[in-house]
């Protein structure tokens, strides 16, 4: 089955800075989602992004399915992005099925 | 527009007992996929239903969970005879079309006692 990889495992900032996240995946995809599980544990979509670029406040996404790679970057980071991010696949033949990366926990430090 | 609602938020049971967690997906969407977070791992894949027909339940284990979308009322995850292995939060979500955004419930933790 596809394979979905995130790097890194784990980040600290401190608040301010900006970071990138990376997600690899082994084989074509029909859908591309990026969560932050907060600290409470509830997931927030972030980005519905198969393909392209797409932007929200201080958080954009880049996805390059003919590279099978998508990044997320958070600028200006705060307190509150602390948690861990996810990104999630769906390939060309599962249909529905999101297959989850281990994710990047993030920390923002004050 | 109300979102994924799931409820117990929290249910403890006792080794041997039965866990029924309920989902009700957003305002007309008619797909729910249920995910399973084992502590210390990511989110898992378990099953996928439309209403009255589970389309994809390749994640389930084999015995003692089961799942439901019935054509009235919410979805139901259902684990019989419940071990500590199955302590979990488990997540639902619902789209509106097969290929589109997912949008998830804020979980049920199950702690197995």
């Known amino acids: 089955g596809i394979q979905v990889e995130q790097s890194p495992p784990d980040l600290i900032l401190q608040e301010g800075a900006n970071s990138t996240l990376r997600c690899n995946f082994s084989?074509?995809?029909?859908?591309l989602q990026w969560f932050h599980q907060n600290p409470w544990g509830q997931l927030i979509n972030l980005f519905y992004i198969p393909s392209g670029t797409k932007q929200n406040g201080r958080l954009s996404a880049t996805t390059v399915a003919t590279e099978r790679y998508s990044l997320l970057y958070i600028s200006s980071s705060q307190t509150t992005d602390s948690g861990v991010y996810f990104c999630?696949?769906?390939?060309?033949?599962?249909?529905?099925?999101?297959?989850f990366g281990q994710g990047t926990e993030l920390s923002v430090k004050p | 527009n109300a979102g994924v609602m799931q409820n117990p938020r929290h249910l403890v049971r006792r080794r041997g007992q039965e866990a029924r967690l309920r989902c009700s997906p957003m305002k007309g969407h008619s797909h729910v996929y249920w995910y399973r977070q084992l502590p210390e791992e990511g989110l898992k894949f378990m099953v996928y239903?439309?209403?009255?027909?589970?389309?994809?339940e390749s994640g389930m284990p084999k015995e003692r969970f089961s799942a439901e979308f019935p054509k009235e009322g919410p979805s139901i995850l259902r684990i019989q005879q419940v071990v500590r292995g199955d302590s979990a939060a488990y997540f639902c979500a619902s789209s509106d079309f097969r290929t589109d955004t997912q949008y998830f419930g804020p979980g049920t933790r199950l702690t197995v006692l």
């Open positions: 239903l439309q209403k009255e027909n589970i389309i994809d």
């Open positions: 999630a696949v769906e390939a060309d033949n599962q249909g529905g099925k999101l297959i």
């Open positions: 084989d074509s995809v029909n859908n």
